[in-house]
Each structure stands twice: as structure tokens, then as C-alpha cells.
T-cell receptor, first 114, second 112 residues
Framework: DARVTQTPRDKVTEMGQEVTMRCQPI?????VFWYRQTMMQGLELLAY????????DSGMPKDRFSAEMPDATLATLKIQPSEPRDSAVYFC????????????FGPGTRLTVL | GDSVTQMEGPVTLSEEAFLTINCTYT??????LFWYVQYPGEGLQLLLK?????DKGSNKGFEATYRKETTSFHLEKGSVQVSDSAVYFC???????????FGGGTRLMVKP
């Protein structure tokens, strides 16, 4: 049963610390997405990769956030330095590129910045 | 640009009641349409989809019909259960591969 996995599932950190979230997309998928979900803003797209190349990161605060795909089995989202307003659930999703194909979501990383 | 509008929640129903969650969209071309469901503490999962006009997607008793003339994709279920309590997201995928545009989500609460 192929699934998207994310680590850690929960992260509590202090303001100013670096946070790295990891995602393993489903084997064979060529698109990867990072989302942030909060009560106030709902679901926001942060970054989009196709064949490991970043295509759209317009939703991501550039000064502190960065997203990479070092290889096809790993996507990372890094926040440095973290701030309390970054507290949210961060989801990774993967899929096969085509308009009729769905995205498969991971279980999310719940980040709390104190 | 593309956009999806869905009814605000929460929607509170008694068990076995009929459910409708409205969804309308704006898009160029011929998007694919999706409903995702998010159970508490979990990620989103695909509930159903439709890829062309007049298609009906169905799964677990839920249905939605792709209506191009009204640009709508309303979600329906004839008899809801407590286990259907979740947040439901309508989404579309346009010309940009499988990138999705999501609606704001509708929380459904079903009471015994």
C-alpha cells in the first residue's frame, strides 16, 4: 500500500530555531507539493516540484523558507529562523503529472513554534 | 485565475439526513474536478473525481456531477453517518498538470 510519508509527525521548537521537515513521495510519482494548513488561512500551497525541479514557490516566504528535492525519494522543507506565526500543519503530497490525476497526501507535520 | 468557492460550514446534520455541500468554480478550459475529505488528525484523501462535463463521480455513498453549464460540482449523500464527520474540500485541476486549486473547506458534523 503505497503512501506518502512525512517526518516528524509533531515538532515543538522555540522561536529562532531551524526546522526541517521531510517527505518521502510515492515511488514513481513525478510531482511533489508542500502545503500549509492553519485555521485562519486554510490550505495554502507553498511549493511545487516536477521531476525534482521547483516550478512554483510563490506561496512561500522566501526570506526564511526553502524547499528542495535532493533526490527523487526525498523532499525537504526548511524554516530558518522559525517564528510563532509558522505554527501550522505542513502537508506533503505527490502525484503523476496530468490534469486528471489526483494528489496523494501525507499525514502532515504539526509544527508548534513557541 | 482559477478559483473554487464552496459553502462555509460548519454543516451540522443528524444521522441519516441528506447532505449537500455546494461547490462552484471558475476556470479556463476544461478542468478536472475533485472532492477531498480530511478526517481529524489526518491528511486529505481523495473522495471522488470527475474529469469531463456530465461525468458523475461516486464513492462511499457520496456523489457529485460535473455541471459545465452551471460551473458546479456539488457533493451529495443520501444518508450521512457519524463517521462522515470531517472537512470536505472541493478542488480543480486545470492546465497546470496536477496542481490543484482548493476551496476553503466545509466542516461537516453528524450527530447521532
Amino acid at each position: 500500500d503505497a503512501r506518502v510519508t512525512q517526518t516528524p509527525r509533531d515538532k515543538v521548537t522555540e522561536m529562532g530555531q531551524e526546522v526541517t521537515m521531510r517527505c518521502q513521495p510515492i515511488l514513481g510519482h513525478n510531482t511533489v507539493f508542500w502545503y500549509r494548513q492553519t485555521m485562519m488561512q486554510g490550505l495554502e500551497l507553498l511549493a511545487y516540484f516536477r521531476n525534482r525541479a521547483p516550478l512554483d514557490d510563490s506561496g512561500m516566504p522566501k526570506d526564511r523558507f526553502s524547499a528542495e528535492m535532493p533526490d527523487a525519494t526525498l523532499a525537504t522543507l526548511k524554516i530558518q529562523p522559525s517564528e510563532p506565526r509558522d505554527s501550522a500543519v505542513y502537508f506533503c503530497a505527490s502525484g503523476l503529472e496530468a490534469a486528471y490525476n489526483e494528489q496523494f497526501f501525507g499525514p502532515g507535520t504539526r509544527l508548534t513554534v513557541l | 485565475g482559477d478559483s473554487v468557492t464552496q459553502m462555509e460550514g460548519p454543516v451540522t446534520l443528524s444521522e441519516e439526513a441528506f447532505l449537500t455541500i455546494n461547490c462552484t468554480y471558475t476556470a479556463t478550459g476544461y478542468p478536472s474536478l475533485f472532492w477531498y475529505v480530511q478526517y481529524p488528525g489526518e491528511g486529505l484523501q481523495l473522495l471522488l473525481k470527475a474529469t469531463k462535463a456530465d461525468d458523475k463521480g461516486s464513492n462511499k455513498g457520496f456523489e457529485a456531477t460535473y455541471r459545465k453549464e452551471t460551473t458546479s460540482f456539488h457533493l451529495e449523500k443520501g444518508s450521512v453517518q457519524v463517521s462522515d464527520s470531517a472537512v470536505y474540500f472541493c478542488a480543480l485541476s486545470g492546465n497546470a498538470g496536477n496542481m490543484l486549486t482548493f476551496g476553503g473547506g466545509t466542516r461537516l458534523m453528524v450527530k447521532p
